[in-house]
């Protein structure tokens, strides 16, 4: 894997191709944004959502956290990252699209599924613990069927957690009234690691299937 240096060799190949390709992309990017799409995504260093969808600049506004989560609608003090992110693409760039994108190996999930990091001191786990346990309710009859360990149990975990999101967004007034008129339309989806599938799912079936 590269080092911070040697990613300064690919900034000069960026300036030199796709800086200089895409020269008028960049001047209209300069007076401002407008895309369609708001994806919310893992941390994870292996799901890029610009490149698994192929987009050029400017055609996502990204979010990316530990396992993708959206907490739900909240007023109380603090510093709520996703919450400000998610209400600038809604009602200032007036995005038409949000999509909850999970993954294969998430690592937020696993934890969720395993609770190993509950009870650790913040700094040591415990800034991840009190992320990932809004997934604590619907944990539950997962780790009951499946287990805690194991892919099976994994991916449920990962799949639910985009269900759980997306239920968390449509807590928002914004979310509620833009998709009641039609405004804003919720997507999850999954991109499987192990395969490079992506996964959209039918929220009437509640089933994931591949895109």
Request: glycine letters at 10%; proline letters at 4%; one cysteine or more.
């Amino acid at each position: 894997m590269k080092t911070f240096d040697e990613m300064i060799d690919g900034y000069g190949r960026f300036r030199e191709t796709d800086w200089q390709h895409q020269r008028e992309r960049w001047e209209e990017l300069r007076e401002g944004q407008s895309p369609q799409v708001m994806v919310i995504s893992c941390s994870d260093s292996r799901v890029d959502p610009a490149q698994i969808f192929d987009v050029a600049p400017g055609e996502l506004f990204v979010v990316r956290n530990v396992a993708a989560l959206v907490p739900p609608f909240e007023t109380t003090p603090g510093r709520h990252g996703v919450s400000a992110a998610l209400e600038f693409a809604v009602q200032f760039l007036k995005v038409k699209e949000v999509v909850v994108m999970g993954h294969g190996m998430c690592g937020g999930c696993q934890a969720a599924l395993t609770q190993d990091l509950h009870g650790n001191d913040l700094g040591a786990g415990g800034f991840v613990a009190h992320w990932i346990d809004m997934l604590d309710e619907t944990r539950e009859p997962i780790a009951e069927k499946f287990g805690t360990a194991g892919r099976e149990a994994e991916r449920a975990m990962e799949l639910a957690a985009v269900k759980v999101s997306l239920a968390n967004l449509r807590t928002f007034p914004c979310v509620q009234e833009k998709e009641a008129s039609g405004e804003l339309k919720l997507r999850g989806a999954y991109f499987a690691i192990s395969d490079g599938v992506l996964h959209l799912l039918d929220e009437e079936s509640g089933e994931f299937r591949p895109a």
